[in-house]
């Protein structure tokens, strides 16, 4: 397990506002040096803490209806579901759980008719999946990994 400091945190939470944001511009607001920003992000990098990836905002790609997906599950069943979720291009997110249900998702459709499609032909046609709630989102607040609407808040 890694252990960070003030100087990791406050750069991780920088990069997850503005993951383009240069060396420089980093050490400027973080009080540090171009050269610590650097290292400290190759370390963060190499130990696999932070991840460098490009993520898209679904709703600039034309899905504006995402919902997160409760699922009960056989419990013979659980991971066979999660990971049937995971390899769905419409997916972006799945999980086993604790609680009121074994997996959730989060999806991300084009319509509200595609979501319904979704669940009657895809998510019903899993082997294991017992009953299912979805909780469509009405407005993401904080996204972290991905757009929000507070994004031009940072």
Do not use: H
């Amino acid at each position: 397990m890694t252990i960070l400091d003030d100087i990791d945190s406050q750069l991780i939470n920088l990069l997850q506002s503005n993951g383009r944001a240069s060396n420089i511009e980093l050490a400027r607001k973080m009080g540090v040096s171009e050269g610590t920003v650097r290292r400290r992000f190759r370390n963060l990098v190499k130990e696999e803490v932070i991840r460098v990836v490009a993520i898209p905002d679904a709703s600039k790609l034309g899905r504006q209806t995402s919902a997160l997906i409760g699922l009960q599950v056989d419990p013979a069943y659980v991971d066979t579901v999660a990971t049937s979720l995971a390899k769905m291009d419409e997916v972006q997110y799945s999980a086993v759980t604790t609680g009121a249900y074994d997996v959730f998702c989060r999806v991300a459709l084009n319509s509200p008719s595609d979501l319904s499609d979704f669940l009657r032909n895809r998510v019903g046609e899993i082997e294991g999946v017992v009953r299912s709630e979805t909780f469509v989102n009405l407005s993401i607040k904080k996204n972290i990994g991905g757009p929000s609407a507070l994004s031009d808040e940072f």
